[in-house]
């Protein structure tokens, strides 16, 4: 019972979370980077910018927390590991940064990203939700887009506003602006339903 | 006319190619990295070291074919971005690296692992093939797992052989272990048909 205390004492909650939140940044601010030369989208690359210092931010915290709660070998052992994943999620959003300074080129510089992402086993692609969708006014977590068809929707534009990584509680609405990451028959169904052309199937 | 024909000559299909698979190295080779660790498996850790140095290998053979192609300004321009995604790539599997680095650690001192994969959004688990399951016999592009269930299948196990990022036409056998990747929701669909205890769908 101690022993299952201490664990707690020593790795604590915030350590976690940061780690958890440093992963699921690290995943998401790649696909940000391909979609911003993708769509040679500005905002897109401001917003791989912020995630990147946000990264940086958590990292500092998480040694801060680490050092803090290290108090025995055993401690110490466990927080090098949590601190190694974390650098190595840091690396991953620099490599992020460094695939968003290709915006600072010309267009013509850069062609063939659209070209590799149409290749690539996964792939970024954009979507536009119809006024005769059956998935508008329902929220994200409801539809379950990502297990009904594959696709992550990692940014949705409406109006003037983007919001990044949108939480499971979004709902959709008309003219609302899909970035997606998935396969290219996950997409061609995603497409069917967000056009109208197919109910959605849940 | 010539013009097009120009681009194919500075920008050969080859670069593409190696950036294709360089860019889907990246991706399958964090989630590899990541199943290692969460499942103490020294063979995915093998795997990561044998992607890792067939990045630098592909990033040689990227560096070499632009060098050789870039004739004017313009060509330099484009290739000059196109090493910079590479490089990115690279850097990713690098971090990937350092993540199964942990391996070498003892084993309580990477408790966490499990922890941040289950509260991550994308989570990696493992599941066997039933010999009920309604799968069987098919392969992964006929059953369209990922736009079925969002989960995708980073590696099989069949008996003591691993098969890392399966290609399409893999049929699945009972006793299959299939390490995919996805959400929660996208897990339990598809254990359900993995059991039997569901048809699958399609």
Avoid: C
């Amino acid at each position: 019972m101690k022993e299952s205390f201490e664990e707690v004492e020593y790795e604590p909650t915030s350590v976690k979370d940061l780690l958890v939140e440093m992963k699921d940044t690290s995943e998401l601010i790649i696909d940000l980077a391909y979609a911003a030369v993708m769509f040679d989208s500005d905002e897109l690359a401001e917003e791989v910018r912020h995630l990147e210092s946000r990264m940086d931010f958590l990292r500092y915290q998480m040694r801060m927390i680490a050092l803090m709660a290290s108090r025995t070998r055993e401690d110490s052992e466990r927080l090098a590991g949590i601190l190694q994943v974390a650098s190595a999620a840091e690396t991953i959003s620099n490599a992020a940064g460094d695939i968003v300074d290709l915006l600072e080129q010309r267009i013509e510089a850069r062609p063939f990203l659209p070209f590799v992402l149409q290749e690539a086993e996964e792939k970024i692609r954009i979507l536009r939700m119809s006024k005769k969708s059956s998935m508008l006014a329902r929220d994200v977590a409801d539809l379950r887009v990502e297990s009904e068809t594959g696709m992550r929707i990692i940014a949705i534009r409406r109006g003037r506003r983007w919001n990044y990584d949108p939480p499971s509680s979004t709902v959709l609405r008309e003219g609302d602006l899909l970035i997606v990451r998935g396969t290219e028959d996950g997409y061609n169904r995603l497409t069917r339903y967000a056009s109208g052309e197919e109910g959605w199937p849940g």
